[in-house]
């Protein structure tokens, strides 16, 4: 039974930075991409970050237009560990963190209904 668990979320002003991770075990398949989600109160969940796995080490990061050039997606391989990294953090980017696992080929990364299994969820919360 895949496990994804996410850590790192916390309460931080604005401008400033939280990195958060999600350390997954158990994997059956293969996992072809991951993901960094968010859910805001009332908002329907959305893609922050997604990583495109290629072979050895590498993988190809992809981000929605709110978060690019201030979060940054990584994934350590030997850990089974994907991290983001957020800097220069704003109000807006409050809400509950999830990273998700998808093992099918095409679509989108930002497309929720890919992904096979979530974490529960780590909060973010950024005051001005």
């Known amino acids: 039974q895949v496990q994804l668990v996410e850590s790192g979320g916390g309460s931080v002003q604005a401008g400033g930075s939280l990195r958060l991770s999600c350390a997954g075990s158990?994997?059956?398949?293969?996992?072809?991409?991951m993901g960094w989600f968010r859910q805001a109160p009332g908002k329907e969940r959305e893609g922050v970050a997604g990583?495109?796995?290629?072979?050895?080490?590498?993988?190809?990061?992809e981000y929605a237009d709110s978060v690019k050039g201030r979060f940054t997606i990584s994934l350590e391989k030997a850990k089974n560990t994907l991290y983001l990294q957020m800097n220069s953090l704003k109000p807006e980017d409050t809400a509950m963190y999830y990273c998700?696992?998808?093992?099918?080929?095409?679509?989108?990364?930002?497309?929720?209904?890919?992904?096979?299994?979530w974490g529960q969820g780590t909060q973010v919360t950024v005051s001005s």
């Open positions: 990583a495109s796995i290629g072979g050895g080490n590498t993988y190809y990061a």
């Open positions: 998700g696992a998808s093992k099918q080929r095409g679509g989108y990364w930002w497309e929720s209904n890919l992904y096979d299994d």
């Open positions: 158990g994997y059956t398949g293969t996992v072809r991409r």
